[in-house]
């Protein structure tokens, strides 16, 4: 092995999604530089960020039919019975919904938590509110989509933030998803919530750190009990 392909092999890929604006704030770092040489490196260092943002890193993601894995990475925010939004069609009833929080600085590109049959997928508008309050569940810019699984339907919904501006859903209706595969991206900063039906167990705390694709967020069984957490 070369040094060159060490190199290689120890880069995260980039998303392609990320190429234009990883451009554009290369060139505007270009132009600041002919006004005065310090915003120059100012920008490059904001250059380097944006690629940071858009990075992809592949993952390995446990495959069980029980297991629900972490949509996204980032912080736990929520696991608690809400009601879900009313474009899911997923009942009247409280439902089991984990929020996991990304910052600008986690990884955006989302993963599917479970395999299955995508039944729709539903864009509404809203507002641009902090994406860690709850009522952003509600107010928010989002795009929500139904799975229907080997353990029933469950809904995962991506939520703007303050900075995000733009939501990616690259899943369409009837298409078949497979656990942890890439189908959605959100630019910069937001929240991804997951809302399951009975039956369902949470296997994380909030405040603790999820890894889209990797971490099991919940799993299936009737007779499991929560584990007990603590904040060290």
């Known amino acids: 092995m070369t040094i060159f392909t060490s190199i290689r092999n120890a880069l ?17 770092s270009l132009l600041l530089g002919f006004l005065w040489e310090p915003l120059f490196w100012a920008g490059l260092v904001l250059t380097a960020w944006c690629a940071y943002f858009f990075r ?8 069980a039919e029980h297991l629900v894995i972490s949509p996204a990475d980032g912080r736990v925010s929520l696991v608690g019975h809400v009601m879900p939004p009313a474009e899911l069609d997923l009942g009247t009833e409280p439902m089991l919904r984990i929020s996991v929080f990304m910052n600008v600085f986690d990884c955006h590109v989302n993963r599917a938590p479970m395999r299955g ?31 229907e699984g ?3 339907e469950i809904g995962v919904v991506q939520i703007a933030g303050l900075v995000a501006r733009r939501i990616i859903c690259w899943s369409n209706v009837e ?13 910069f900063g937001s929240r991804l919530d997951v809302y399951l039906p009975d039956g369902f167990v949470p296997r994380v705390a909030e405040g603790q750190r999820a890894v889209a694709g990797e971490t099991i967020i919940a799993e299936f069984g009737e007779n499991l009990k929560t584990w007990p957490s603590r904040r060290d």
Do not use: C, Q, W
């Open 12 to 28: 995260v890929p980039i998303h392609r999604a990320g190429y234009p604006f990883i451009a554009g704030f290369f060139v505007v």
């Open 56 to 63: 992809d890193p592949e993952r390995v993601t446990p495959v």
């Open 117 to 147: 049959r995508v039944r729709l997928i539903s864009y509404r508008e809203g507002e641009f509110r902090n994406a860690e309050l709850d009522k952003a569940s509600e107010v928010n810019e989002r795009s929500s989509m139904v799975i």
């Open 150 to 152: 080997p353990r029933g």
């Open 175 to 187: 298409d078949r998803i497979e656990a942890g595969e890439r189908f959605g991206l959100i630019r």
